[in-house]
């Protein structure tokens, strides 16, 4: 076996691991796996036929890209996923030190053909040194559309609890 310059371990100074976080669960809402995901938040039980989720993902992404900048490139890969998808709302929100980028739409399942309703919350961790990247965080919260006002507190709830700890 050859020897090597340096020991890469992660994480470390030199292959930083995710950002420390933590968030409030919903009551009757319970934490699941899924393929691309940090966290899955769904309902414990299936509501006609459908499970009311909202889904943690992570991504690191070049310093340059910005709120305005991840919000394009979310909403065109939304769109290839669902082509009628129909932005319902957009605004920007402080929760305790998160600035979060939200978005509100409503599509029809591919799937199913169901009318489905989604939040999306839009966020980075802090940044304390230099770098080329920073860790980019999404939740994205889908609902049918006739339920969206009655599990829209829920998505709220977990998206403004959310805190780097």
Known sequence: MDLTARLVVHPSHIIPAIPHFMFSLPLGWVIDEAPGALAVMRQAKEIDGFWINA???????ARSVDFKKAAQITWAKLLRQSPDAKETFEKMARFGANIVYLRGSEMTSPATKRPLAQMQ??????????????????????????????????FVEMIASFKFT
Do not use: N, W
């Not at 889904?55 to 992404?61: A, E, G, N, Q, S």
């Not at 920073?134 to 599990?151: G, K, M, N, R, S």
């Open 55 to 61: 889904m943690l993902t992570h991504d690191r992404v």
């Open 121 to 154: 919350a839009l966020f980075f961790a802090p940044v304390s040194s230099p770098g080329k990247v920073v860790d980019f965080f999404q939740i994205v919260c889908t609902v049918p559309a006739e339920l969206a006002d009655t599990y829209g507190k829920d």
